[in-house]
């Protein structure tokens, strides 16, 4: 056994990921940088949510991410209240708390969903974000993307670590 292995856990979230979906994906990722006490799981709803995960982690800046934070309320455009779960939470290293909605480009622009959140940042409270942050598949670079690229990168850790190589059958097997 590996000295330095930590065991993930599993990261709280406010809400839970709907097991049937036409429109989305069921994605788990792992935040395993060196400086967190243990290697995180955090569930995410689409790969464009680990798109998203995956700069927030590249980002040296970044020392937090919450994964499905805590609801906020605010009052709609007829000014009746409503709710809304942002996919993450961020926090930085000046302090600042960056809350970030992840949304395809097309349904932002067929929900007007910018002024959505433009209405919502107006009113949601500084204890919660300083920032409200917007992340479309447009923020994507597309060169960097490769299918699979999470399970790569954890293959290359992994590789690092010293883990021992399995076979290609083996893996195919595994999965």
């Known amino acids: 056994m590996n000295p330095s292995f930590r065991f993930p856990v599993l990261a709280l979230a406010s809400r839970t990921i709907p097991a049937r979906s036409k429109a989305s994906s069921r994605v788990q990722v792992v935040d395993n940088r060196p400086f967190l006490p243990q290697p995180v799981i955090k569930r995410l709803e689409s790969s464009l949510e680990a798109h998203c995960h995956d700069q927030l ?3 040296p800046n970044v020392r937090e991410i919450e994964a499905q934070p805590p609801a906020i309320t605010y009052r709609d455009g007829r000014g009746r209240p409503a709710t ?13 708390r960056l809350a970030i909605a992840v949304r395809p480009l097309a349904r932002v622009r067929k929900w007007r969903f910018d002024d959505t959140l433009r209405l919502i940042a107006a009113q949601i409270p500084r204890s919660f974000a300083t920032r409200v942050v917007l992340f479309t598949d447009a923020d994507v670079p597309r060169p960097a993307v490769v299918p699979h690229a999470p399970t ?4 290359e850790r992994a590789r690092e670590l010293g883990a021992p190589m399995i076979p290609s059958l083996m893996h195919m097997i595994m999965m």
């Open 57 to 59: 982690v590249a980002d």
């Open 84 to 96: 809304h779960v942002f996919d993450f939470l961020a926090r930085t290293l000046d302090g600042q």
């Open 152 to 155: 790569t990168l954890l293959i």
